[in-house]
């Protein structure tokens, strides 16, 4: 009898460890090295800004410009790095980011940084010493309304070595980049701000699942000060289901800016919560260069299913877990039942 006790025990503990380890957050630490390289910019005397530390410049149709910087290198080894001009973008948090190349533009844009530049796609910088980088522009041939804005991107090949051992507890490894920024007026014409929103759809990103409004800043200047106020309501429906307000960000001129709401969050009582499948509308309120444009936005959108399958197969929805559990050390509780019921019977 007391055999048969310990293994439903056993069991019993087994599969509560089971569902607690499956619960647990995996946390990252990151090593903390140090950076063995530095940019540094040379300015051309037709900076449109002075005093600042990125290209500004101010060019005529079909001007030829050449800019150049300088790579650092103050490492005692040989090293490569890779360059690349990208146009701007807008991430996730209302940054203007410069990282990625070849990104989606808004439908409307004219000229593109990325196609106007030729430039060395690698350098090589010998040990402790500096060697100059020069990139070749073309302004375009129709004059520019707007800006037309970038980054030069600038980052170090082969930073991470796999063969080296991490400090315990670590797991990630840092890679560090530089972006010089480059802004191309050809007229400082004023552009009328236009933003719209292209649609709205459910989404996940590292556990965090939102519902995002796809915002087009579909003209060729740089909003300021954009705030965004956005509320989920079932559709002909007036309950607000979620909500989200952030201020004080730009978005990139010609450029789509994915605004999350979130549905859940990463930990929590509520990091299980889940749009049910169905229709449903997002209001978007944005205002941008200190409230001066103002636009009242609104896009129906559908949850399926599959969509919400397919979300929960990157994110498990654990808040049946519970449950489960329960229902488990009820069903081992009744077999125990059974088992010493039995014991007793056949003792007699």
């Known amino acids: 009898m007391k055999k048969y006790l310990t293994v439903l ?9 089971a569902f607690t380890v499956n619960q647990k957050t995996t946390l990252a630490a990151t090593t903390t090295g140090g950076v063995n390289y530095s940019i540094s910019p040379e300015l051309p005397d037709n900076q449109a800004a002075k005093n600042i530390g990125y290209y500004d410049l101010k060019l005529t149709p079909g001007q030829k410009e050449t800019i150049k910087f300088k790579i650092n290198n103050t490492d005692g080894k040989n090293h490569t790095y890779k360059v690349s001009i990208n146009r701007a973008a807008t991430d996730i948090n209302g940054v203007i980011d410069y990282n990625d190349h070849g990104v989606q533009p808004d439908s409307d844009l004219q000229y593109d940084i990325e196609k106007l530049v030729t430039y060395p796609k690698e350098v090589a910088v010998a040990p402790k010493s500096s060697k100059e980088v020069s990139i070749d522009l073309t302004a375009p041939k129709g004059d520019i309304t707007g800006e037309l804005l970038g980054g030069i991107f600038v980052q170090e090949n082969n930073q991470i070595n796999n063969d080296e051992k991490l400090p315990k507890g670590v797991t990630l490894r840092n890679q560090y980049n530089y972006v010089l920024g480059l802004q191309i007026q050809t007229n400082t014409n004023p552009v009328k701000p236009d ?3 292209v649609k709205a759809f459910e989404t996940d990103n590292n556990g965090q ?3 995002d409004a796809k915002l087009d800043n579909d003209v060729p200047t740089l909003e300021k000060q954009v705030s965004v106020d956005a509320k989920v309501t079932p559709r002909n429906g007036s309950k607000v289901l979620l909500k989200s307000y952030k201020e004080k960000m730009p978005m990139a001129p010609n450029s789509y800016f994915d605004y999350p709401t979130n549905v859940n969050s990463v930990t929590g009582p509520s990091k299980n919560k889940r749009l049910k499948p169905g229709k449903y509308t997002m209001y978007v309120d944005v205002k941008a260069n200190n409230g001066q444009n103002h636009w009242n936005l609104k896009r129906n959108f559908t949850v399926t299913n599959k969509e919400i399958a397919k979300i929960n197969h990157k994110n498990p929805n654990r808040s049946m877990d519970l449950w489960i ?3 488990v050390i009820l069903a081992l509780l009744i077999a125990a039942g059974f088992v010493i019921k039995r014991y007793r019977k056949n003792r007699k």
């Open 209 to 211: 699942i939102s519902v």
């Open 195 to 197: 933003v719209k929103l």
């Open 325 to 327: 559990i329960l229902g």
């Open 9 to 17: 025990l056993t069991l019993m503990a087994s599969i509560l460890l």
